[in-house]
């Protein structure tokens, strides 16, 4: 027999309906709907009939909601059975025979979704929430087989870095460029933004906004991959999430740690004033989550208007951006004319690409070939005036403290040549707009996923172009921000 499988957060009744096919462009009402609790099958009398059916999902799961008329309709399939489809020719559930499920359904009749939530069966961190939930049950029913329905849509260290300084450069080939998004809302943007920062090629900050970022990792993915990708066709990128990560978009509940910080109440501009913080944190909450969720702040006071967050208990809508990339990274390219880093593993591959900022036309990046030379997470900041650009009026060697909005956030990857390095940043929306102080200037959380790949030995050539060829000799230039 089947097993009820309960929910668990609210939004189980979407991650049933994800793993059972149903489309998830259904799915981004998330986006500006409150999410609506399951409701659960009670022998869908009245509905369905006379009470003694029971819907059960392709996985052998019953389904622990009851979808609406305008959400699914039945047809019969091959053998005659009724299978419900949704209007993307999905099959969300079978209807089978009640048989031994009154008594289950009895034991379970108490169990609604309010009381689940009030014995602590509320929601859960995003970690927890990856969109494959494990099936509970002791039997799989035999393969639904139905006709072809119309419009339906297919079913989707110290050593030299191992690789041969004379193959051909991996850029060397123009990349394709993207398709141009046409009339797509903010959640199917925010869809493909999410797929590709689960993919490892980063689009920056997720603010549903198509821009030069966004575009620069589709083709970098298409490199890596081989693949075209469709920004237009929502449905195949969505279909790609489901297994992926689940959906773009979960619930989060702030935690007492959250609200707590430590956070301070603003970053001065002048460093004389920064060095006299003993922290240099974030400013608020909402700077918190936004960076832990890979977000843009104001994209994330727009999914949850007028929400206080730095009250513990409120759950709020964030991206799921699901799990950092890992790889050994052992070729770096920084290009400072797409203003984009590049990650190769040992053979060759493209592993990873990020949205940066390199240099500006006052101080240049270095040209030519650099190596890694050592990693270091929550870095502090030495600001000194003979080697370093002037800041305002200060003219004395000043100690900055670790933090996400220090000078390089919250990674330092120190190259070769002495200031340069690969770091964070305290402002990730203006990542690959605006210029930097001759290094390469990450988001936080790409810095930190870059900085758990690569080890000392890594080169890093800076080159101006795709294909460009790599000069033997550079300025040396001062500044490492």
């Not at 009724?82 to 034991?107: C, F, H, K, Q, S």
């Not at 909402?286 to 999914?303: S, V």
Request: glycine share 10%; proline share 9%.
């Amino acid at each position: 027999m089947y097993r009820r499988k309960a929910a668990t957060m609210k939004t189980g009744s979407l991650v049933s309906a994800t793993r059972t096919g149903l489309s998830l462009l259904a799915a981004l009402g998330l986006f500006s709907v409150e999410l609506a609790p399951a409701r659960a099958q009670e022998g869908y009398g009245g509905y369905w009939g006379d009470g003694d059916v029971m819907l059960v999902t392709p996985e052998g799961d019953i389904l622990d909601y009851m979808p609406g008329p305008d959400e699914v309709h039945a047809v019969r399939d091959r053998r005659g059975r009724t299978v419900l489809v949704d209007p993307w020719g999905n099959v969300v559930a079978m209807v089978v025979p009640n048989e031994g499920y009154g008594v289950r359904r009895r034991e379970y009749e108490d169990d609604s979704y309010s009381k689940r939530r009030e014995r602590g069966y509320g929601y859960s961190e995003p970690g927890e929430f990856t969109g494959t939930v494990p099936g509970y049950r002791d039997a799989t029913p035999a393969p639904v087989e139905r006709e072809e329905l119309p419009n339906s849509l297919p079913t989707l260290g110290e050593e030299q870095a191992a690789y041969d300084p004379q193959s051909q450069d991996p850029l060397g080939q123009p990349m394709p460029p993207a398709i141009e998004m046409k009339g797509k809302s903010r959640a199917e943007i925010t869809a493909l933004q999410v797929f590709l920062d689960r993919e490892g090629f980063s689009p920056g900050v997720i603010d549903g906004k198509m821009g030069s970022n966004v575009t620069k990792a589709i083709e970098a993915w298409q490199q890596a991959t081989g693949e075209k990708l469709d920004p237009n066709n929502t449905e195949d990128i969505l279909e790609r999430l489901r297994f992926n990560g689940g959906l773009p978009i979960t619930t989060y509940t702030i935690t007492a740690a959250d609200a707590a910080g430590p956070y301070v109440a603003s970053i001065p501009e002048d460093y004389a004033h920064k060095a006299q913080l003993p922290h240099l944190s974030f400013t608020s909450t909402a700077e918190m989550l936004g960076e832990k969720f890979h977000m843009d702040e104001g994209y994330l006071r727009e999914l949850n208007p007028g929400v206080d967050f730095s009250i513990p208990g409120t759950t709020i809508k964030v991206i799921n951006p699901g799990p950092n990339k890992a790889g050994k990274v052992a070729r770096i390219i920084a290009d400072k004319g797409r203003k984009q880093v590049f990650a190769y593993d040992d053979t060759g591959k493209l592993i990873a690409a990020y949205p940066s900022t390199i240099g500006s036309a006052d101080t240049p990046s270095p040209s030519g070939t650099v190596a890694v030379e050592r990693i270091a997470f929550d870095p502090g900041y030495t600001y000194n005036p003979k080697i370093n650009f002037k800041q305002g009026a200060n003219d004395k060697i000043l100690q900055l403290q670790p933090g996400p909005n220090g000078p390089v956030g919250t990674v330092w990857i120190a190259l070769s040549r002495p200031t340069y390095g690969i770091h964070g940043t305290p402002d990730p929306s203006k990542i690959g707009k605006t210029q930097s102080h001759g290094c390469i200037r990450l988001t936080n959380w790409d810095a930190t996923e870059l900085g758990k790949m690569v080890s000392p030995g890594v080169t890093v050539e800076f080159v101006d172009e795709p294909g460009a060829p790599i000069s033997a000799d550079s300025a040396d230039v001062l500044i490492p921000y």
